[in-house]
């Protein structure tokens, strides 16, 4: 055998080893699950996401959500994530059923050779540790969540172009005057929110589903291992301040427990300066093992500001700044809604993204690199997708993936800084999913919708979509001509 | 571009997250250049040493500066060659070849243009070092590369090699070029005349190209958009 010859076969054991390491975690997982029972998953019990300004949850986010009875949590405010509904489901689940909420990973089981978010969500740290007790759970008890989000107020300062008002007030103020748009699918009309009873609660007004977090919260709190606050705008709710508040009065704090907080970063200075204030004494009191905020752009400059109307870029930029330069252990994470309008200036944001993870990498942080780039792809509302464009753009956005890779690092580990592996794939799957448009009538009617709804936006916002996107301008003109 | 210190690159035979738009595993396989300016620091390289501009790793396939052993009077000759290994007898055996140029050491001249190129159909190497060239006929066929990665400044630099049998460079590389064809002498000096401007003309069939001048602390830029980047050894990746 050639010195050559001997170093790949050390290469390849090496690789295979890691492949094993993982694939046998993932295996070993699902056979615990399935000796329990085929639809057996872990993140019913330690997973909820809690809309409580519409008092709907759900545990994983493929199934829809449900409403939580009020009269339930008067009795038992963990009936907020421990609903009567949820404990069905678990109970089938115990009884080796599949419920037919979670046909997301059915599907996936059924029809290939990956495993399912099921086993994923029951690989994760917050969740395999408690397998043996869920196991021997009686289906009717209650159980604290380890990896919650919550979003206490639909509050939004912003009314982002995808968005809508069950997340935002002033997407409700809008609706309220202007009504629904007029595409085929009346996007954002809100009869549906009635007839669905997704009408979300005003902030002003009394929310039992608060309070009943609230009474439920120093119960839970110890037991977290995640927490992520999401909205509307949390800075604009008194809730959000309430947690961080709980956090600095606790003697003995959870220092466990990973914090996230989602912010548009557009809210007034003071708020923005009183959140610096708060991160610090948490960080400098090793109140929380990591401290994240989830900020959302998804493009550059005045483009950015065009998908997400209400946002300031420059002032959101030097915000990010701030807060990084006054919170040396903060991570950051952009989470990005890529959509059509990202397309033609998102180099952009992955150099200025690149930029930040060079300024603020440090090794007092968790991860060296102190800002992350996620960029998910928006699915809804459909006129507004990357498959809606022409197919001359597909290459701009590989050529924005190569970018990725040109700025990673070969291998993710605490001591680098740059893109990682996942930063990079999600934008690669992005593409792909760009790719696999289909042009049938379903695309036509999505161009159309797309042109009647940024005519309107525009009619409505005062904003001018050519003038924005002189790259588009075309392609704005040719679907206002469509008729259906 | 300094190379020293043991700095080296390698370009993968595959871009792991299939953001390639051609493929060079096979390179070796078919018609090939391998294009660069570089200017080896004869004073620094060890005598009887061969270092690697631009190689692909195992049985090696490349271009090298070589140096000679020191003669009387602490004179060495410098050269700059490639080298190939065939499988013949129907792939029973294997044989190395080599192919070189004596190069006139001038500490003035800027630096040189090389090429190597693969005539698949001609089984043939040439040799080209500014105006000069070589050609090398060979029987057989070249060994199968499609494993190897690309070194630049080496022959390899895995850390289970011997450092011996790493080949680094020492010098300046101010250009390379890798090409899924056999460039004319007129695309060459074309090239070496206007840069990157004509260097990554899609006509040229390139595979990866970069003048050095976009870097990153890990990595050096495919200019031709094919997605084969340069990445920096010596870490844990290597």
């Known amino acids: 055998m050639t010195d050559d010859n001997k170093t790949k076969e050390k290469i390849d054991k090496r690789k295979k080893s890691h492949e094993s390491d993982e694939s046998t975690l993932y295996y070993d997982v699902k056979q615990e699950l399935d000796a329990k029972g085929c639809g057996f998953c872990l993140a019913k019990w330690t997973q909820t996401t809690l809309h409580l300004q519409l008092g709907h949850t759900h545990s994983c986010h493929h199934p829809s959500t449900h409403k939580i009875s009020e009269a339930e949590i008067a009795r038992n405010p963990s009936a907020l994530h421990n609903t009567r509904y949820k404990k069905l489901r678990r109970k089938e689940m115990l009884e080796g059923k599949r419920p037919s909420e979670c046909d997301y990973c059915w599907n996936v089981e059924d029809n290939s050779e990956r495993f399912s978010d099921r086993v994923f969500k029951s690989a994760e740290s917050w969740s395999k540790p408690h397998m043996d007790e869920i196991k021997n759970l009686d289906w009717r008890a209650d159980y604290n969540p380890r990896y919650v989000e919550v979003a206490f107020s639909n509050a939004c300062n912003f009314k982002c172009s995808y968005c809508a008002p069950q997340f935002s007030t002033t997407w409700m103020e809008e609706i309220r005057t202007h009504g629904g748009y007029p595409t085929t699918d009346k996007f954002n009309d809100m009869s549906h929110m009635v007839a669905e009873k997704k009408l979300p609660i005003a902030q002003k007004d009394y929310n039992p589903y608060v309070e009943a977090f609230w009474k439920w919260w120093p119960d839970l709190y110890n037991d977290l291992h995640t927490f992520r606050i999401t909205g509307g705008e949390p800075l604009l709710s008194k809730d959000t301040w309430g947690v961080l508040d709980f956090i600095l009065e606790q003697e003995n704090p959870n220092r466990d427990l990973q914090l996230g907080i989602n912010s548009n970063l557009g809210a007034p200075d003071q708020l923005i300066d009183k959140f610096i204030d708060k991160i610090k004494q948490i960080e400098d009191e090793g109140r929380v093992r990591e401290f994240i905020i989830f900020t959302s752009v998804d493009t550059w400059g005045e483009q950015a500001e065009y998908i997400r109307n209400g946002l300031q870029f420059n002032r959101f930029w030097d915000n990010v700044n701030k807060i990084m330069e006054a919170c040396p252990r903060v991570i950051m994470t952009f989470m990005v809604t890529y959509n059509a309008l990202s397309v033609p200036n998102y180099h952009k944001l992955i150099d200025g993204v690149y930029d930040l993870k060079h300024l603020y990498g440090s090794s007092d942080r968790y991860w060296n690199s102190a800002v992350f780039l996620d960029s998910s792809y928006l699915r809804f509302p459909s006129h507004q997708t990357v498959q809606v464009l022409e197919d001359t753009w597909d290459d701009t956005v590989f050529q924005q993936a190569q970018l990725m890779d040109y700025l990673s690092v070969p291998l993710f580990d605490n001591k680098y800084i740059g893109y990682s592996d996942v930063e990079i794939q999600k934008i690669k799957r992005l593409y792909d999913w760009m790719k696999s448009r289909t042009p049938d009538k379903r695309l036509l009617e999505q161009r159309y919708n797309f042109g009647k709804y940024f005519e309107e936006h525009d009619r409505r916002r005062g904003t001018d979509f050519k003038k924005t996107f002189p790259e588009l301008a075309g392609f704005f003109e040719y679907t206002k001509s469509i008729k259906l | 571009m300094k190379f020293e210190n043991g700095l080296c690159y390698f370009i ?227």
Not at chain 2, 137 to 166: M, R, T
Not at chain 2, 194 to 223: C, M, R, W
């Open chain 2, 12 to 238: 993968k035979n595959k871009n792991k997250y299939g953001l390639e738009r051609t493929s060079i595993d096979y390179i070796t396989s078919n018609d090939f250049t391998f294009l660069v300016k570089c200017k080896p620091d004869w004073e620094q390289m060890k005598p009887e040493s061969s270092s690697g501009i631009v190689a692909k790793n195992g049985m090696h396939i490349g271009l090298f500066a070589k140096k000679s052993p020191l003669y009387d009077g602490g004179k060495y000759s410098s050269f700059i060659g490639i080298t190939f290994w065939v499988e013949v007898d129907n792939g029973e055996d294997k044989d190395i070849k080599a192919l070189s140029w004596d190069i006139e050491v001038d500490k003035d001249q800027q630096s040189y243009s090389i090429s190597m190129s693969h005539l698949i159909e001609e089984k043939t190497i040439i040799l080209r070092v500014g105006e000069k060239e070589k050609h090398i006929v060979y029987d057989g066929q070249l060994v199968d590369y499609s494993n190897a990665w690309i070194w630049v400044g080496a022959a390899c630099d895995f850390s289970e090699y011997p450092e011996e049998h790493k080949h680094k460079y020492v010098g300046d590389i101010d250009f390379v070029g890798i090409y899924k064809k056999v460039l004319s002498d007129r695309t060459i000096s074309q090239i070496i005349k206007n840069g990157l401007k004509d260097a990554i003309n899609p006509k040229h069939k390139p595979g990866s190209v970069t003048d050095f001048s976009n870097q990153t602390p890990y990595k050096v830029k495919d200019e031709s958009g094919m997605g084969h980047n340069l990445t920096i050894s010596g870490y844990d990746w290597t």
